[in-house]
């Protein structure tokens, strides 16, 4: 990938409003156009081919990018990570398995986004559980679904609630967010968004509205992982369906030392 050259970035200087209207040239691809040029960067290597699916994307990295403006980190930078997101996706894209390179690429460039986010954010360590990431990038989502808008600590009941929503403890939920709140990167922080006035990082969440593009991939994605894990159940004994589903497919997992204990292993 490191040989696809001129593709558009984004920079302060350029201005975002510039860097959307250049991608929105590069136009959509067609199912069947897709899977063409995807066999072709399969079986050639044909540059041509990833260049011109990685362009077709970028609208898509774009958006995805705009959701984590709020972690105060530079808007130019985050599109930058979702595009080396994407690129690797159409790198790594099967056109066999029979998805979108849509479905599959918002997996790679939501992965792409976060890790420069955890990199970023000095309160985040690299060997952060992986609920405490899931508590970093979803605590304030939970408190604009129920409204916890207060400064400071939040009222225990709202603690309560956002911890067994997020399956975490209480005292991870209050620590979180004090350090969200007076960190690296306050929500009450004034900014200038290109030009169009003062505003705070608060108001530039994650959009909440429903995306129906975004929801059918994900949809998309869900179906034919179903499928395929329905396939490859198929083949296996009771006893390593069981295991796989204990350990796996359960809400609570099993150990293995209580595996080995019920299979004399």
């Avoid at 405490?132 to 600590?153: M, T, V």
Wanted: charged share 30%.
């Amino acid at each position: 990938m490191s040989n696809i050259k001129n593709l558009p970035a984004p920079s302060p200087e350029q201005g975002l409003n510039r860097y959307m209207q250049e991608i929105r040239k590069y136009p959509m691809l067609e199912p069947e156009e897709e899977y063409m040029l995807a066999k072709r960067w399969v079986e050639d290597q044909d540059t041509e081919a990833a260049h011109k699916m990685v362009t077709s994307h970028l609208r898509l990295a774009a958006k995805m990018a705009m959701g984590y403006r709020g972690y105060g980190l530079p808007t130019a930078e985050v599109i930058s990570e979702a595009n080396v997101g994407l690129m690797q996706a159409v790198k790594r894209f099967d056109p066999e398995k029979g998805f979108r390179l849509s479905t599959y690429a918002m997996w790679w460039i939501r992965a792409s986004i976060q890790e420069y986010i955890l990199r970023s954010w000095s309160l985040v360590k690299l060997g952060t559980t992986s609920a405490q990431k899931k508590l970093f990038f979803n605590l304030r989502k939970a408190k604009s679904r129920i409204g916890a808008y207060e400064d400071g600590d939040m009222r225990p009941e709202n603690v309560k609630r956002i911890a067994n929503d997020l399956s975490v403890t209480e005292d991870e939920v209050i620590s979180m967010n004090r350090r969200m709140s007076g960190g690296d990167a306050s929500l009450n922080a004034t900014i200038s968004a290109d030009g169009e006035g003062a505003a705070q990082w608060q108001d530039w969440l994650e959009d909440e509205d429903a995306d129906q593009a975004g929801d059918y991939a994900e949809k998309d994605e869900l179906d034919i992982r179903r499928e395929m894990l329905a396939e490859a159940m198929e083949v296996l004994n009771e006893r390593e369906k069981d295991i796989l589903t204990q350990r796996r497919l359960s809400e609570k997992s099993v150990t293995l030392e209580d595996l080995s204990a019920v299979y004399d292993v």
